[in-house]
């Protein structure tokens, strides 16, 4: 290790005075100009685990769906999953050292984890459009080359993209090309066989109008689109021409205030998807005749999919588990479809894909989504080999349906959730099904709900346990949403500090819209009193 050199270029990312960041839900994440010295020191440590692994490490920069003028990075495990917990502990440590300790708390990790300083280092770089990406991307890169690390800039990617990018350099190429057009040709040629067999009536079934949030799926998908088209054909809308990211549209937007984005021109009963800013999360809707907005959230994608691998399990004959991984955020009736009526086990997970993701991995089939749209299907080598021995058997049922699963391997990121992926997943399963969206709507019916959010000086003060459903602190705030709960029928509300915003967020379900909108604002305003609320009051009324 060069130290005179880390000194030396240490110097231009110097620490603000007093600010303090947590490796959250998703990585760091706040204003963008706060950012400089964190993405710098981000290099410095995706050198180190590469270095402890001996493998191709990612950094992604991204906000994903905060607003445009946030920024935040995240590093990559080798297999293209989210940083180790314990790496987490690490980067919060590096970005908050003062600048005078930067060494030897960079030293101190390198001793801790028995790194082997002389191991070579490999990093892979991505980055959204936000217009501070660039920049801060060349702050990692910076981060990576002072310590001797090797770098591949990717550019513009989308996050999934990018988790794909490094399973695939981890695995010799085996789960796929680390190119984008590598990305575009596995997924597509998965696509279009899976729905070679599709039975559409009409060419409507085969349009889907997609909100990019003016993000990088825009790009992405624009550039995609070839690969597919003979399946799908798709019309981008807030492609980043006009809009900002994630102002009004988006996938966040759509899921929170559940209403259409600005910028789509929605027909009656038209099928529609909004992605994030990074296209990682993606929610579908459609407009009723009547005008009513329709939302189908990731609680209906996990529900669509669990339906479908489960007949397909049962077809191959296989005794492969199937178990689905949701939040406390999960809309009740979902849990009680998915339970009752699919028969499958639901297990609920802290927010964070992180954390569904591990879960996830306990079974054969492990589907996790979260209710904001994030998610994707994993499934064990023993799952994966058994079904490609399947669908190399004679033509049959048995086979056709293995065939099928082993298409549907190919298509779901097996790395995080992705929202391009997804999406070509739901469009194959509803043509194979031959279900409309009002049908895929019409499997259960949600229970009413409201998300909110509350401004408290340290949201830190809010502590949680059960899956983020019970407040252990500050004193008083539970039993205050237990009284509130008994009010309503049908009713529920817990609260979370957000790890991606500085806020808390509010969620309560109840048995009509105005039950639930009247248990959220009270339960906000319990938050604003004992949790040292800030700012303005929170306000009824939606
Ligand atoms: C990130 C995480 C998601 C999480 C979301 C909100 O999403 O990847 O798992 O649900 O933040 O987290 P929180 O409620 O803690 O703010 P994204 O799409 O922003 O990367």
Redesign the pocket.
């Known amino acids: 290790m060069d130290l005179d050199a880390l000194t030396k270029h240490a110097a231009f990312y110097a620490k603000p005075d007093g600010l303090i960041l947590q490796y959250?839900?998703?990585g760091f994440r706040t204003k963008a100009e706060h950012l400089d010295h964190v993405m710098f020191r981000m290099g410095l440590l995706a050198v180190l685990r590469s270095k402890q692994t001996k493998s191709t490490i990612g950094v992604m920069v991204t906000a994903?769906?905060?607003p445009e003028e946030d920024n935040g990075v995240k590093l990559v495990d080798p297999l293209g999953e989210m940083l180790a917990p314990s790496w987490e502990e690490h980067a919060t440590c590096l970005a908050n050292s003062e600048d005078q300790n930067l060494q030897s708390v960079l030293m101190d990790i390198s001793e801790k984890v028995a790194v082997n300083l002389h191991q070579d280092a490999f990093v892979v770089i991505g980055r959204d459009t936000r217009p501070s990406s660039e920049k801060l991307s060349q702050s990692v890169i910076d981060g990576v080359t002072v310590l001797g690390g090797q770098v591949h800039d990717y550019g513009l990617l989308t996050?999934p993209q990018l988790h794909y990018m490094v399973y695939c350099r981890n695995t010799s190429g085996q789960y796929g090309e680390a190119t984008t057009e590598g990305y575009y040709k596995k997924l597509s040629k998965a696509f279009v066989e899976l729905t070679g067999q599709a039975f559409c009536s009409g060419d409507d079934h085969r349009k889907l109008k997609v909100d990019c949030a003016n993000g990088i799926g825009a790009l992405k998908l624009g550039e995609m689109k070839p690969y597919f088209s003979q399946g799908l054909s798709v019309q981008l809308f807030n492609d980043g021409s006009g809009g900002k990211l994630n102002y009004y549209c988006g996938a966040d937007f759509v899921k929170t205030h559940q209403k259409p984005p600005q910028g789509i021109e929605m027909k009656s009963n038209e099928r529609c998807c909004s992605f994030?800013g990074?296209a990682?999360?993606i929610v579908y809707y459609y407009q009723d005749v009547d005008g009513h907005f329709h939302l189908l959230d990731g609680d209906k994608i996990a529900t669509l999919i669990s339906s479908f691998l489960k007949e397909l399990v049962l077809e191959i004959g296989e005794s492969l588990n199937i178990g689905v991984v949701q939040t406390a955020y999960a809309n009740g009736s979902s849990t009680r479809y998915l339970e009752e009526v699919v028969k499958v086990p639901v297990y609920c997970t802290k927010?964070?894909?992180k954390h569904l993701h591990h879960k996830a991995q306990e079974f054969d089939i492990g589907v996790y989504f979260?209710a904001?749209g994030?998610g994707t299907v994993l499934f064990s080598k023993a799952a994966e080999t058994k079904i490609k021995q399947l669908a190399k058997e004679l033509e049959d049922k048995k086979s056709k349906a293995a065939k099928m699963l082993e298409n549907v391997i190919d298509l779901f990121n097996q790395a995080t959730g992705d929202a391009i992926s997804d999406m070509l997943v739901i469009e194959a399963v509803l043509a194979l099904k031959g279900l409309t969206i009002q049908q895929w709507d019409a499997l259960y019916t949600d229970l009413p709900n409201r998300q909110l959010k509350v401004k408290v000086a340290d949201r830190q003060v809010i502590s949680t346990t059960d899956a983020e459903r019970q407040a252990v602190k500050p004193p008083g705030l539970q039993e205050a949403i237990n009284d509130l709960v008994k009010k309503y029928k049908l009713s529920r509300a817990f609260v979370?500090p957000?790890?991606?915003?500085d806020i808390v967020?509010v969620y309560a379900e109840a048995d009509s819209q105005e039950s639930a909108d009247s248990l959220a604002y009270e339960v906000s305003l319990a938050v604003f009193h004992l949790a040292g609320g800030v700012g303005e009051r929170p306000q009824s009324g939606f």
């Open positions: 959250g839900t998703a994903s769906h905060n996050t994030d990074d990682d999360r927010t964070g894909v979260e904001n994030h979370r957000s790890g991606t915003e967020r």
